[in-house]
């Protein structure tokens, strides 16, 4: 295979992007909501849309489905208490109907800090993308305390991947970007909560692959990125591939009887991705460079 001509992705992108309003969800989202598309960046931010204008309809829905039912228990109890059969009827249906409602908008109440990191890289890396290829998103919004549980006694280990998107590039090569939310939680009994401490870690991989007959040079070195809020982990480069592993810091929340509470770190934004993917790019362009200015 020959090698790829590569070409670093403009830094300059980044100045399209705001800077993150928050450093992470305080409260765990109950949400289930996935979304699966490969199609044009276009087609991918129409379904990105309209999975948000289902949240926006869940979040304005939740409530008064909520007291919907709680005025529908009232009239079973108030059936119930003047032996009214048909009134205790129609109570415990609106009631099982309330609560079946309320069940399915939370579910689709899906976190808007992802929500918006996901809709952010697509359309900041669209005009850098190749015509004629998809878009490959994976997104799953369910929330890491949902994922399978690992762990003993009072110490709680989750790891959940929410992200995996595949961006076709337009020098040819491809950017694989997956992320993965760790969370370890720490509880213990209190006389009327429990007590919760969270620790959470962001991972992001990308993956880059090289233009189909083409190939890295096995002698490239890659200097390891550098993103502001992210530790590089490990970057290693083969023929085949190039993969960069980065990680946030740990961002601490505690739930006590005064409800959540932030207290350090921050998880990933859309402008880390979008950095360090940029970064990624560049560190493997100069290697490429390098190792054939060696050859």
Known sequence: MNRVPHFPIDEALLARLPEPKSKGELEPVPARAKLA???SAPEVLAACASLSEW?????????PTALVALAFLGLAVFGLVENRPPLLGV??????????GYVWLVGHDVNDLQLGVVVAVIRTFAPELQAGRPVVLTADFTDVTRAPGQGSGSVDVRRHVWL????????GSSAELTAERRLKRKSRAKRKYTKLKDTLVDQLTIRLTPPKGKA????????RPRVGGLRVARAT????????????HPFGRLFNRLGWQG????LLTERQIIHATIQSHRSL????????RKS
Do not use: C, M, Y
């Not at 890295?216 to 200097?223: C, H, I, N, T, W």
């Not at 362009?285 to 054939?292: F, I, L, M, P, Y």
């Open 237 to 248: 480069v083969t023929p085949r591939h190039a993969v960069f592993v980065l990680q946030t």
């Open 263 to 266: 207290q350090r770190g921050q």
């Open 216 to 223: 890295f040079p096995e002698s490239a070195k890659l200097r």
């Open 91 to 100: 109570g415990l249906v609106g009631l099982a109907l309330g609560i079946v």
């Open 164 to 171: 995996d998107l595949t961006l076709p590039l337009a020098d």
């Open 285 to 292: 362009a100069e290697a490429v460079r390098g190792s054939s």
């Open 55 to 63: 949240n926006r309809r869940a979040e304005q829905l939740r409530i």
């Open 37 to 39: 598309v490969t199609a």
